[in-house]
């Protein structure tokens, strides 16, 4: 009896595992097949066209694009005067990750190959103002805003912060801030920083805004008098500090010790946002 018993129970296991694998393995084929129909549909849609489609999250409250990497793309085309179509229903690329671009047939995933395609395909010119060691130290800045500052923000907007506030900013149901909380925590402590406390990770990114805000110094952009594409990237992340997380201790270092950061933000959203209030 007490045989049968364990019996059946083994059994129960058993088929609870093979649920949890086969259930895991549809997930990913589901997710596969919609992919590829996705990446198909904008093939096809743009390959005998010249429009260049930017897909990105739906815009927020306060900020034409909640992603950075979306600010970055939409920022550096407006430097670059390439015109282009925003579409927001297909925000996640073939990597998973927003923004991405299609154009004449090619679903292009990432910012920064994004902003090289653009560069050739368009043959565009943003660097020969730039002496090669400023533009190596700009390249520098963005690479440290793209890859560090990500995850201050990251932590202050998600973790840190109000709901109410994300809520608002973000446009989204409160349901969904506990869901994206969950998420970002734990890829925040596979990255590292998670593992600090929230007064640990200010002290951080602060010191990051501090470095770049002495970089920039006195010059009107990252190189000097002329923008360069890098100065998108360092826009797309300040712009979130600045107008996409309210009241947050970024904002204040901004307006207060890095001032001449708040003057860049202002200055590059003058320059290639005159529309920003109507994006929202
Ligand atoms: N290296 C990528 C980063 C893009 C990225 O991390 N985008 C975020 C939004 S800001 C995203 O799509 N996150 C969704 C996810 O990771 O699941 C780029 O430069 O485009």
Redesign the pocket.
Known sequence: MALGHWYWCGIGVALFIVVIVVGYLLIGIIQRVWNYRKLRKWKQRTQDSETLIVHV?PEASTIPN?????M?VLTFLRMAKIPYEIDTGDP?GGK????WISHRGNNI????F?IQYLIKTFDIDLTSHCAPEDLAIATAVRIMV?EHL?WGMAMERVVFGSSDNFVRVFKIPKCIVWILRR?AKG?AKDQGIGHHSQDEIIEIISKDIKTISLILAKKQFICGTEPCPEDAGIFGMLSQFYWGLPNNPYEKLLNASCINLKSYCNRIRATYWPDWEDQF
């Open positions: 999250p909640i992603s950075p990497f979306a970055k996640f998973g990750k927003t923004p995933a990432d910012s920064e994004i793209d990500l998420i890829r």
